[in-house]
Every structure is written in structure tokens, then in C-alpha cells.
């Protein structure tokens, strides 16, 4: 294997940040593209369903027993749980969760709080990444205005300024509706927040987000949840 000199790497590296500014202008190029073709939101809004809150107060039972990332002093355990279990999200295939970074749990975390009030196919199959929810849930009328916000919700935020992939970054479940300025409180896995000894620690978290953060919106349908 030839090896380069310090110019010929430093060569590949401007050729490769000029490349991932090429791929960035084109997924921006895409997501108006998109915006184009009709997915906007539903203008019909759907009553938000009365066991959301039952869901969130599985939310909060987890909160309270300090799950934190691997090495972090909380129940790492319990990331596994949401990963694999049926009653969870599933995918009983990945291995156990042992360090951080080793999977996008955030969608887990959704999915361990609506458990079985959730058909599984659902919980499995559209939770694990916001482009799931995208791909599956944009065009119909589970996607919500982002204005009409409501505890329990599903909602897709960025983590960046770019905005970009159009499906967003990552996933959280509201615990309030805006208030005037805009301001929401959340509850998250694999999310930097708050723990329930108040500290600000990488978990599953409560915090607080803003409209400006929130990508998409969405709100599971009466026939969503088991009988």
C-alpha cells in the first residue's frame, strides 16, 4: 500500500469537505423537492387519543429509575429492553447494549412507552428511525401541523441548523403543548437532559424544546392502538 505524503493527504482532505458540501446542498435541494409534492401536513386534526397518557406515564416510570448511557452511573439495562423486547420495539436480533453509540435508541425509548397500548407491527416496524415515521406517515393524517402540538405526541426534532435530512434527527415524546413563546417540555431516550436527581446527563431525559427544533409531528390514530 503506497502511502502519502502530508500534502497528497491534506489534497484528499479539502477534495473530500468540498464532496460533503456537495451532498449537503443536494439533500437540501431534495427536501424542497420534496416540500413540492404534496406531504405537507393534514389540515384535519386528530383528537389526541385518551391512553397517550398511560403511555407517558411509562415515560416517567423509566425517567424516575435513572437509565442512563453505559459507564454513566445509571440502568443502562434497560436500554436493551427497549431495543429487544416485544413489548417494546422487538428486534430481539441486536446484541445487548453495552456502549454508547452502539444504536440510535431514541425510537426504543418511544416505543417502550406505548408498549402494548401499540400494535406491534407498529411499534417495530415505524418507531425505530424518523425516517420510517417519514416514509410511512407523512402523507397521511397522523403527520400534524407542527402548531397543534399536544402532550404525547411523537415528535421528530433536528439536532442541527442545516435542517437536513428532511425526515429529521431524532426522537421524542412531548409531555406539554407550547406554550407562548413557542417552548415545550419533552422526555427522551438517548438524549442529552435531565435525570431525576435534576443533573444534566445523556439518558433518558426531560427538557425542555422549542418549535424552531421540531422537524415533524406525529399522533397515532384511534385504530393504531390495540382493542
Known amino acids: 500500500m503506497t502511502k502519502l505524503t502530508k500534502a497528497e493527504l491534506q489534497s484528499e482532505i479539502i477534495e473530500l469537505e468540498h464532496e460533503i458540501r456537495r451532498y449537503k ?14 406531504l405537507s ?34 440502568r443502562s ?25 452502539q444504536f440510535a435508541w431514541c425510537g426504543s425509548f418511544a416505543a417502550q412507552c406505548y408498549g402494548d397500548l401499540v400494535r406491534f407491527n407498529i411499534r417495530q416496524k415505524i418507531f425505530p428511525s424518523c425516517s420510517r415515521f417519514y416514509e ?20 421528530i426534532v433536528f439536532t442541527s441548523d442545516e435542517r437536513i435530512p428532511i425526515w429529521g434527527n431524532h ?24 435525570g431525576p436527581d435534576q443533573n444534566w446527563r445523556e439518558g433518558v431525559s426531560k427538557r425542555t424544546r422549542n418549535l424552531n427544533e421540531v422537524a415533524h409531528v406525529y399522533r397515532l390514530l384511534d385504530e393504531d392502538f390495540n382493542e
Do not use: C
Open 77 to 101: 439495562d434497560r436500554i436493551s429492553v427497549y431495543i429487544k423486547s416485544r413489548d417494546a420495539m422487538g428486534w430481539t436480533w441486536e446484541e445487548d447494549y453495552t456502549r454508547n453509540g
Open 25 to 38: 446542498r443536494a439533500l437540501k435541494q431534495i427536501a424542497i423537492d420534496t416540500n413540492e409534492l404534496n
Open 41 to 74: 401536513p393534514s389540515e384535519r386534526t386528530v383528537p389526541v387519543n385518551e391512553r397517550v397518557l398511560q403511555a407517558l406515564d411509562r415515560g416517567q416510570a423509566e425517567w424516575e429509575l435513572n437509565v442512563t448511557e453505559p459507564g454513566k452511573g445509571g
Open 171 to 194: 426522537i421524542t415524546l412531548a409531555l406539554s403543548s407550547p406554550d407562548q413563546d413557542g417552548n415545550f417540555d419533552t422526555i427522551e431516550g438517548n438524549a442529552y437532559g435531565y
Open 136 to 155: 410511512n406517515w407523512a402523507s397521511t393524517s397522523r403527520h400534524q401541523d407542527i402548531d397543534n402540538l399536544r402532550g404525547g405526541d411523537i415528535v
